[in-house]
Every structure is written in C-alpha cells, then in structure tokens.
C-alpha cells in the first residue's frame, strides 16, 4: 500500500500541537482548551484566539490559498476543537484522553462493550457510527463527530486524535474516503483483537 505523504504529515502536525499544548503551566492548558472548545464546528482561522494553536509552525505546503483553508488545516483545526471537548472535565495531565493507537472505530468498539447489553448497544452505536463513516462532505463529517465525541467522553473511552486528524484529511477525497471506512469498520468488529492489545495516553 502506498503511503500517504501528506496524511502522515497531518498525524504529526497534530501529535506536535497537542504536545505543546499540554506543555504549559495548568492554568494556560485549561484556558487554551476552553478556547478551542468554542471553536468547535468553525472554520479554520474564523478564530484569531486558535491562531497560534492552529497556524504556528504549520509547513506552507499545508497552508490554504485563495482564502479557503486546505484540507490539511480542516483535518489540525477539527481534530484539536474536538480533542478540547473530548477532554472536558478531565484533566489532562492526570487523565489524557488522548490515546495512542485508538482509532475512532476501535473507540466505538469499546463503547458498545461498554454498555449493560452489547447487543443492544451495538444497534444505537452504529446507527451513530454509520452516520460518521457515511459522511459525504468535511462539513457533516464534522458534525457527526461533534455528536460523538461526548459518548466517548461519557464512557471514559480515549481516541488517537493524530489519528482521527489523518483520518479527516484522508476523508476529503473519495480514495481516502474509501481507505478509511474500510479500516473503521474492521476496527469496530474486532472486539477479541481489541481485548488483547494495550494502549496508552499520548
């Protein structure tokens, strides 16, 4: 399989800005995400407060022309607004629910398993699942996952968000698009794989 460049560009792109961002003194990291929390569902640079968390140190090949961000700066901004909700009410230094290795459909995985009754929880998971992986545009794709995230927060299930980051950009083509659904849904049906591997908080 051929990599992608520019999708593994993304991953650690985003890895570096969530690393920075939880490499400051505890009040800066709270003030920081709560700012990026009330970018949720904007677009990338509507914002001078995401500015820097965003932009700063971003190579220019990623950089949007003609005033429309690019696909890559969709996919930073989108991964790091929803990480900032994801991990609202924790603190990320004791409970960081950023974690290595996680994909979104092995997050949903969990979260079925994490209920009372599995089977019924499998058929409300993945009405809501299906409708993240059947997203035709970065717009609904966003929105799902706005609708999402808070699921997993509720369960404590942590997410690789470099990773859903890769996954965003690599959505907004039909290729990428196909690569991805095909990994999600694996990943969401392979519950004894997903009982035997380990992860940790990034």
Same mark, same amino acid.
């Given at each position: 399989m051929k990599k992608n460049t520019r999708a593994?560009?993304?991953?650690?792109? !985003?890895?570096?800005?969530?690393?920075?961002l939880l490499s400051t003194d505890p009040s800066t990291i709270k003030a920081n995400l709560a700012e990026l929390r009330r970018g949720i569902g904007g677009t990338p640079g509507d914002d001078p407060r995401l500015? *820097?968390?965003?932009?700063?140190?971003?190579?220019?090949?990623?950089?949007g022309k003609n005033g429309r961000?690019?696909?890559?700066?969709?996919?930073?901004?989108?991964? @790091?607004t929803l990480y900032a909700v994801h991990q609202q009410g924790n603190d990320p230094l004791k409970k960081n629910m950023n974690m290595k290795g996680v994909s979104? *459909?092995?997050?949903?995985? %969990? @979260?079925?398993?994490a209920g009372e009754n599995p089977e019924e929880e499998r058929?409300?998971?993945? %009405? %809501?699942?299906?409708?993240?992986?059947?997203?035709e545009d970065i717009e609904a794709l966003t929105?799902?996952? %706005? !609708?999402?995230?808070?699921?997993?927060?509720?369960?404590?299930?942590?997410?690789?968000y470099p990773m859903l980051a890769q996954d965003i950009y690599l959505c907004q083509s039909e290729s990428g698009r196909s690569s991805v659904r095909l990994r999600w849904g694996q990943d969401?049906?392979?519950v004894n794989q997903d009982k035997e591997e380990n992860y940790e908080q990034q």
């Amino acid at each position: 399989m051929k990599k992608n460049t520019r999708a593994d560009a993304v991953y650690a792109e !985003t890895a570096k800005r969530l690393h920075r961002l939880l490499s400051t003194d505890p009040s800066t990291i709270k003030a920081n995400l709560a700012e990026l929390r009330r970018g949720i569902g904007g677009t990338p640079g509507d914002d001078p407060r995401l500015w *820097g968390m965003v932009f700063d140190g971003i190579p220019e090949a990623m950089l949007g022309k003609n005033g429309r961000p690019s696909k890559e700066e969709w996919a930073i901004c989108n991964a @790091l607004t929803l990480y900032a909700v994801h991990q609202q009410g924790n603190d990320p230094l004791k409970k960081n629910m950023n974690m290595k290795g996680v994909s979104l *459909g092995r997050a949903a995985c %969990r @979260l079925v398993y994490a209920g009372e009754n599995p089977e019924e929880e499998r058929d409300r998971i993945s %009405r %809501r699942f299906n409708q993240i992986a059947l997203a035709e545009d970065i717009e609904a794709l966003t929105y799902y996952l %706005r !609708t999402f995230i808070p699921i997993l927060r509720g369960k404590d299930i942590g997410l690789d968000y470099p990773m859903l980051a890769q996954d965003i950009y690599l959505c907004q083509s039909e290729s990428g698009r196909s690569s991805v659904r095909l990994r999600w849904g694996q990943d969401y049906y392979s519950v004894n794989q997903d009982k035997e591997e380990n992860y940790e908080q990034q």
